[in-house]
């Protein structure tokens, strides 16, 4: 059924994030195993975590709204996925495939900043306080994510990758 209405177009997308953040938790086991650098690979480990944490949250949104979580497959975290799946696939030297992954994490982290940030709007919007809450501290997590994502980038030592 085609979304409706502004609840309609929150439940879709409140189900779009809840399949990515499952897709993520793979993922960023996926992640920490190709990671060398034990920095980045212990970043990777404490947001694994903390998705878990996020969709904990889900299921207790879904949960106030008197709904089953759902999942609606999410294309742009599919294409994230994949794209990422393409590189690897390459058999990229270490160094690279580190700040490749690195850098993958971060547009993963732009990409739910983006969701939750929209998702604590409509449901401020329509009144759903706790759940906004909710999402809302979702939100801080990805945000203080990606902060230490782009403390990690800027502090790599690029140079131990030869430029040709």
Same mark, same amino acid.
């Given at each position: 059924?085609?979304?409706?209405?502004?609840?309609?177009?929150?439940?879709?997308?409140?189900?779009?994030?809840?399949?990515?953040?499952?897709?993520?938790?793979?993922?960023?086991?996926?992640?920490?195993?190709?990671?060398?650098?034990?920095?980045?690979?212990?970043?990777?480990?404490?947001?694994?975590?903390?998705?878990?944490?996020?969709? /904990? #949250? =889900?299921? !207790?949104?879904?949960?106030?709204l008197g709904k089953e979580p759902?999942? +609606? @497959?999410? $294309?742009?975290?599919?294409?994230?996925?994949?794209?990422?799946?393409?590189?690897?696939?390459?058999?990229?030297?270490?160094?690279?495939?580190?700040?490749?992954?690195?850098?993958?994490?971060?547009?993963?982290?732009?990409?739910?900043?983006?969701?939750?940030?929209?998702?604590?709007?409509?449901? /401020? #919007? =329509?009144? !759903?306080?706790?759940?906004g809450d909710l999402l809302h501290?979702?939100? +801080? @997590?990805? $945000?203080?994510?990606?902060?230490?994502?782009?403390?990690?980038?800027?502090?790599?030592?690029?140079g131990q990758i030869a430029a040709?």
């Open positions: 059924m085609a979304p409706s209405d502004l609840h309609d177009l929150f439940t879709h997308n409140l189900e779009d994030i809840y399949y990515a953040e499952n897709e993520l938790l793979d993922a960023l086991d996926e992640l920490e195993s190709q990671t060398e650098n034990e920095d980045i690979a212990s970043a990777f480990s404490e947001h694994r975590e903390e998705t878990q944490g996020h969709i /904990d #949250r =889900l299921e !207790e949104a879904f949960d106030i759902e999942r +609606e @497959e999410c $294309e742009g975290i599919e294409g994230l996925i994949k794209e990422h799946e393409e590189f690897t696939d390459e058999g990229p030297e270490q160094d690279v495939l580190d700040v490749h992954n690195l850098i993958a994490a971060q547009k993963t982290e732009h990409y739910e900043i983006a969701a939750y940030g929209n998702l604590a709007m409509l449901a /401020d #919007r =329509l009144g !759903e306080d706790e759940v501290e979702n939100l +801080e @997590e990805e $945000e203080d994510a990606l902060d230490e994502l782009s403390s990690l980038a800027e502090s790599f030592d690029y040709d």
